[in-house]
């Protein structure tokens, strides 16, 4: 069983930036993948990006891509989504997820993941 931890969602305006947290315990390993969905109200959830453990492969969704940026901290078994030139789109909760041996092309798909965080919620207004 692996478990996580969301932090670090919150209110902010256009333009500006968050980092949300992902702190995982238990039976992870460096097999693992992460990464980070995100569900509007009324929407379904998508992708947002997604990181390997070992070797550090990232995937971006297309909306994200050069505005939101994956890493891990391996000591601390932690994943980062710094988010910046937030948009009112991107609002939303955020999702961090992880399992082992996903394969390259289904780091973008939430069946390929086990293990759910319980969501930090991000809002993007003025």
Known sequence: QVQLVESGGGLVQPGGSLRLSCAASGRTSGSYAMGWFRQAPGKEREFVAAIRWRGGT???ADSVKGRF???????KSTVYLQMNSLKPDDTGVYYC???SMIILSSLSDSRAYDYWGQGTQVTVSS
Request: proline share 0%.
């Open 69 to 75: 940026t994956i890493s891990r901290d391996n000591a």
């Open 58 to 60: 990232t995937v971006y």
């Open 97 to 99: 997820a992880a399992d």
